[in-house]
């Protein structure tokens, strides 16, 4: 069965300590793996689609990068503002329809405190 | 451009009513979902539509139904509500299929059955 698994549920850092979240996930044939921002009360909002092992890509503060079994998203000396659940989806075939869909994790709810 | 935009925002129903959670984009897009995330859970596709006139069931279609009758409108009806159906829905919508191309999210609809 194609899952999605996040952990941690929830990471508390300081401003400027960086650290690592991580989405494993099991599909077959993988078509797309998707890192989302989501902010209380809000709709999820798109980071970065990775495509095949090794890929990596940056937005800021942000590096998600792709093996064959998992993602990371690697956060650089964050700031308060980094504060947000993620969460990581993986287009599957077997998913939602015809065509597949996404599946998504649980999320990881990241606060940073000053 | 004001992308994926649903009401209500909040709304709370007697156990066997009706309502339709209304969802539309301005971005000319192809493709629309509905998802609900209840908490501590992933994102569950509930119905998607490919484009206007067909819709097709996700993972969890039961106790709901849409309509697509425009490129730019997606309804999800709900026509006996129950307390399951609590939940925060979200709609999204893409150029096109999500192997290649990003969601966008509405701000979501919080629902509460009692």
């Known amino acids: 069965e194609d899952q999605v698994t996040q952990s941690p549920e929830a990471l508390r850092l300081q401003e400027g300590e960086s650290s690592s979240l991580n989405c494993s996930y099991t599909v077959s044939g993988l078509r797309g793996l998707f890192w989302y921002r989501q902010d209380p009360g809000k709709g999820p909002e798109f980071l970065f689609t990775?495509?095949?092992a090794g890929e990596e890509k940056e937005k800021e503060r942000l590096k998600a990068t792709l093996t064959k079994k998992e993602s990371f998203l690697h956060i650089t000396a964050p700031k308060p503002e980094d504060s947000a659940t993620y969460l990581c989806?993986?287009?599957?075939?077997?998913?939602?329809?015809?065509?597949?869909?996404?599946?998504f994790g649980k999320g990881t709810k990241l606060s940073v405190k000053p | 451009n004001a992308g994926v935009t649903q009401t209500p925002k909040f709304r709370i129903l007697k156990i066997g009513q009706s309502m339709t959670l209304q969802c539309t984009q301005d971005m000319n897009h192809n493709y629309m979902y509905w998802y609900r995330q209840d908490p501590g859970m992933g994102l569950k596709l509930i119905y998607y539509s490919v484009g206007a006139g067909i819709t097709d069931k996700g993972e969890v279609p039961n106790g709901y139904n849409v309509s697509r009758s425009t490129t730019e409108d997606f309804p999800l009806r709900l026509e006996l509500a129950a307390p399951s159906q609590t939940s925060v829905y979200f709609c999204a919508s893409s150029y096109g299929d999500l192997t290649n191309t990003e969601a966008f999210f509405g701000q979501g609809t919080r629902l509460t059955v009692v």
């Open positions: 989806a993986v287009h599957s075939r077997n998913y939602g329809g015809s065509q597949g869909n996404l599946i």
């Open positions: 990775l495509y095949s």
